[in-house]
């Protein structure tokens, strides 16, 4: 039982205002909050336990144009694409076939520059999900036209759609992702307290942002520290000597107390991460020599130095931009499509080789398409 009533007897709007909010919002949210519990309390001993699961995001920013990534071949399905699609159709006999392990009766293929996801399509390694986006209801097109069930805020913007995607929430704005959500929840059933279990390749990500987690931010080659920090040279050791003993102090400011401890924090946690990537053995699988392939590489180290690092769930996020094609459609995806595909590929095959393939999940997801 609450009282809602000021020290002088009088109802307090503002508590009673807040109550209020706070019984809506867990209403909203049980079942969010529920299953993110409940796999919380299942991954309590995830520490000591043998299982590793991981997720990897490539975001497409800018908003990919799927349609021409699986394609309808079969004569009539084909028509009504190549008649849609006009100039922007690729012609029918550079698709690359697959077979769908359940057929519907329809023939699909894939965009030509996409060999090794065909690769991995065959294989059973792939799958591909249409017609997905950022509904808040199911919706027609008349009802959308009408506007007569609720719509995703900002629809056709690019920034509120990534922001959709990235908090699965489509009916409000909101810097907490789906995944942040996630690690303020299970960051714990990790052994290493310094290093987050969202690790970003790109920088700030609205993904991987809690309300109590961060993301640890890292590059192609690493985890990036203090210039000279724990260096041999001279200069090296005497930065390395200032800086712990600033560290070291004992503040009475809170400000000054938090920053300290933050920024310990970041240091030991480059070191530690610096010493278990090193650690690693290189790879037979050789990724190619692009941005977004030296990512997935340092993804892949990452994950083999999971048990060094004390982690047994991680999630990984990596943007891949330019997708925004108002012209040059067909130009900028055979060119930009094949890089995705090898990179996906590369990815796959260092998984197999440290022998985590079936305990880790790669998926895309774009602003639209």
């Given at each position: 039982?609450t009282?809602d009533?000021?020290?002088?007897?009088?109802?307090?709007?503002?508590?009673?205002?807040?109550?209020g909010?706070?019984?809506c919002?867990?209403?909203?949210?049980?079942?969010?909050?529920?299953t993110?519990?409940?796999?919380?309390?299942?991954?309590?001993?995830?520490?000591?336990?043998?299982n590793y699961?991981?997720?990897v995001?490539?975001?497409?920013?800018?908003?990919?144009?799927?349609?021409?990534?699986?394609v309808p071949?079969?004569?009539?399905e084909?028509?009504?694409?190549?008649?849609?699609?006009?100039?922007?159709a690729?012609?029918?006999?550079?698709l690359l076939?697959?077979?769908?392990?359940?057929?519907?009766g329809r023939?699909?293929?894939?965009?030509?520059?996409l060999?090794?996801?065909?690769?991995?399509?065959?294989?059973?390694?792939?799958?591909?999900l249409?017609?997905?986006?950022?509904l808040?209801?199911?919706?027609?097109?008349d009802?959308?036209?009408?506007?007569?069930?609720?719509?995703?805020?900002?629809?056709?913007?690019?920034?509120?759609?990534q922001?959709h995607?990235?908090?699965?929430?489509?009916?409000?704005?909101?810097q907490?992702g789906?995944?942040?959500?996630m690690?303020?929840?299970?960051?714990?059933?990790?052994?290493?307290?310094?290093?987050s279990?969202?690790i970003?390749?790109?920088?700030n990500?609205?993904?991987?942002t809690?309300?109590?987690?961060?993301?640890?931010t890292?590059?192609?080659?690493?985890?990036?520290?203090?210039?000279?920090?724990?260096?041999?040279?001279?200069s090296?050791i005497?930065?390395?000597?200032?800086?712990?003993?600033?560290?070291?102090l004992?503040y009475?400011?809170?400000f000054e107390?938090?920053?300290?401890?933050?920024?310990?924090?970041?240091i030991?946690?480059?070191v530690q991460?610096?010493?278990?990537?090193?650690?690693?053995p290189?790879?037979?699988?050789?990724?190619?020599?692009?941005?977004?392939?030296?990512?997935?590489?340092?993804?892949?180290q990452?994950?083999?130095?999971?048990e060094?690092?004390?982690?047994?769930?991680?999630?990984?996020?990596v943007q891949?931009?330019?997708?925004?094609?108002?012209?040059?459609?067909?130009?900028n995806?055979?060119a930009?499509?094949?890089?995705?595909?090898?990179?996906?590929?590369?990815?796959?095959?260092?998984?197999?080789?440290?022998g985590?393939?079936?305990q880790?999940?790669?998926?895309t997801?774009?602003?639209?398409?």
């Amino acid at each position: 039982m609450t009282d809602d009533r000021r020290r002088d007897g009088a109802p307090d709007p503002a508590r009673r205002r807040f109550l209020g909010q706070a019984s809506c919002a867990a209403v909203g949210t049980t079942a969010l909050f529920n299953t993110v519990l409940n796999i919380g309390m299942l991954n309590t001993l995830a520490c000591d336990a043998p299982n590793y699961r991981g997720l990897v995001c490539l975001f497409l920013g800018g908003g990919i144009d799927s349609f021409n990534m699986l394609v309808p071949r079969g004569p009539v399905e084909y028509a009504e694409y190549a008649a849609t699609r006009a100039d922007l159709a690729l012609p029918q006999d550079t698709l690359l076939p697959i077979v769908p392990a359940t057929s519907d009766g329809r023939e699909y293929g894939l965009h030509p520059g996409l060999a090794e996801l065909q690769t991995l399509f065959e294989g059973d390694r792939l799958a591909l999900l249409a017609n997905v986006g950022t509904l808040v209801e199911p919706t027609t097109l008349d009802q959308y036209r009408s506007r007569s069930v609720r719509l995703p805020l900002g629809l056709f913007s690019h920034s509120d759609q990534q922001m959709h995607w990235q908090t699965s929430l489509p009916d409000r704005r909101t810097q907490v992702g789906w995944a942040g959500r996630m690690a303020d929840i299970l960051q714990e059933g990790n052994c290493n307290p310094n290093i987050s279990m969202n690790i970003s390749l790109s920088g700030n990500n609205v993904l991987q942002t809690g309300n109590v987690t961060a993301h640890y931010t890292i590059g192609p080659n690493g985890s990036i520290g203090l210039r000279d920090y724990g260096g041999e040279s001279e200069s090296a050791i005497l930065r390395t000597d200032a800086v712990d003993g600033l560290l070291g102090l004992l503040y009475q400011n809170v400000f000054e107390k938090t920053f300290a401890a933050r920024m310990r924090g970041a240091i030991d946690a480059h070191v530690q991460f610096s010493e278990a990537i090193a650690a690693v053995p290189p790879f037979v699988t050789q990724f190619s020599d692009n941005g977004l392939s030296q990512r997935m590489r340092m993804i892949a180290q990452t994950i083999a130095a999971r048990e060094m690092l004390g982690m047994k769930r991680q999630t990984f996020f990596v943007q891949a931009g330019g997708w925004d094609h108002h012209d040059e459609v067909l130009v900028n995806q055979a060119a930009m499509l094949p890089v995705v595909s090898a990179a996906l590929s590369e990815l796959q095959s260092a998984l197999d080789e440290i022998g985590v393939a079936d305990q880790v999940t790669t998926f895309t997801a774009s602003d639209f398409g």
